[in-house]
């Protein structure tokens, strides 16, 4: 449906994998964020129906992806860490313009991006793993944020002007790609 601006390099993904333990904690706390992100979304739009359905699958789906990996972190013997704050994502969020209207069509928007970043990056981490369970793992995420990435788009689109919802998301793009180029690689999703 859309295509990120900036591509992240294969050497993130030999970065991210060099403390795989860490990069697992941090893909727990993504997942838990996103889960509560969705039910967020509920609370502040209860009127938009298709929105509310679509979230709902979106929160359980994300919390079964949080409880996996948790499954995977503790057969590792490690145990959860507290979440951190993620400079992408407060980043990014600043991009949210004021105005009701505008405002929900930014977090459309930036729940997309935000996913098809994810949907990238998983998949580099599952091209970067050796053949076994956390590589099949790792691509059915990367498939899952793919689809999520495409969710957020299309809702955007039923609620506002297809041409406004480009123009903005091209804008967002722009944006979303000068947040990657300078933030340095870590063992962590963004």
Known sequence: MFE???????????????????FLIDHAAAEKKASGM??????HYPNRKTMVRAMADL?????????QVVKIIQ????ELGPDSKDAYINQIRSVFR??????????????????ARGYERFSLIAEALPEGKEKSFYDTIAKSEEK?????????YEYFDKNDVDQRLDEILNLEAEICKKLPFRTALH
Do not use: C
Request: aromatic residues 10%; without cysteine; hydrophobic residues 55%.
């Open 98 to 115: 004021k105005g009701s209207d505008v405002f929900f069509m930014d977090r459309l928007i930036v729940a997309g991006v935000i996913e």
């Open 59 to 67: 929160a359980i789906e994300e919390l079964i992806h949080f409880k």
């Open 4 to 22: 990120l601006k900036y591509h992240t390099p294969a050497e993130w993904a030999q970065v991210a994998l060099s403390d795989f333990d860490a």
């Open 75 to 78: 057969a590792r013997g490690v």
């Open 148 to 156: 999520h990435k495409n969710l957020f788009i299309e809702l955007a």
């Open 38 to 43: 969705a039910m967020n979304m509920i609370s």
